[in-house]
T-cell receptor, first 112, second 113 residues
Framework: GEDVEQSLFLSVREGDSSVINCTYT??????LYWYKQEPGAGLQLLTY?????DMKQDQRLTVLLNKKDKHLSLRIADTQTGDSAIYFC????????????FGTGTRLQVFP | ETGVTQSPTHLIKTRGQQVTLRCSSQ?????VSWYQQALGQGPQFIFQ???????GRGNFPPRFSGLQFPNYSSELNVNALELDDSALYLC????????????FGSGTRLTVV
């Protein structure tokens, strides 16, 4: 199947770390992505990881990939109120289109 | 460097009508994909265009069609609109197959009444 699954909600205190999890089904995926969507807006690419990597760090963001378990996570260090949004993981690389298969999104709420 | 721009931002149509949505790709990007995002859902792939030809299609009926022009801008056309077509339509451009990172526009919010 083409399911990419995420938990629906995450609530964290400002300054804490957030960890958003995702499971995917296609082991042949080439890239895995994290996108952020604020209310009424399009998708902002946060980071991506190539499937032969285990980890990628980009400032406050750390992506971990466990290919054996088909599990992807996004850690946001020192979470701020501006990080409140919906976060989508997506996989690509199937077939000729590189189409993105998205999860249902995790709504992150940051409270002071 | 300009990003991906979509027009219009909002649109209200009546069931049975036809609609055309437009997208200008990011400079240098030759691949355009369209996605439909229903309320509370993740985006669903509609189709992709590469160098003016359709290069893959998701599970959408033929009344969803598209075009890509020589300057790589694109249109999404939907005929015989249904209430369930109400959604945010997102356009995304990229450098081409195998190149990571799609850049998304802000979307067109279509409401069918």
């Amino acid at each position: 199947g083409e399911d990419v699954e995420q938990s629906l909600f995450l609530s964290v205190r400002e300054g804490d770390s957030s960890v958003i999890n995702c499971t995917y089904t296609d082991s042949s995926s080439t890239y895995l992505y994290w996108y952020k969507q604020e209310p009424g807006a399009g998708l902002q690419l946060l980071t991506y990881i190539f499937s032969n990597m285990d980890m990628k760090q980009d400032q406050r963001l750390t992506v971990l990939l466990n290919k054996k378990d088909k599990h992807l996570s996004l850690r946001i260090a020192d979470t701020q109120t501006g990080d409140s949004a919906i976060y989508f993981c997506a996989e690509s690389g199937r077939g000729n289109t590189d189409k993105l298969i998205f999860g249902t999104g995790t709504r992150l709420q940051v409270f002071p | 460097e300009t990003g991906v721009t979509q027009s219009p931002t909002h649109l209200i149509k009546t069931r049975g009508q036809q609609v055309t949505l437009r997208c200008s790709s990011q400079s240098g990007h030759n691949t355009v994909s369209w996605y439909q995002q229903a309320l509370g859902q993740g985006p669903q792939f509609i189709f992709q265009y590469y160098r003016e030809e359709e290069n893959g299609r998701g599970n959408f009926p033929p009344r969803f069609s598209g075009l890509q022009f020589p300057n790589y801008s694109s249109e999404l056309n939907v005929n015989a609109l249904e209430l369930d077509d109400s959604a945010l339509y997102l356009c995304a451009s990229s450098l081409g197959r195998g190149r990571p990172g799609y850049t998304f526009g802000s979307g067109t919010r279509l409401t069918v009444v």
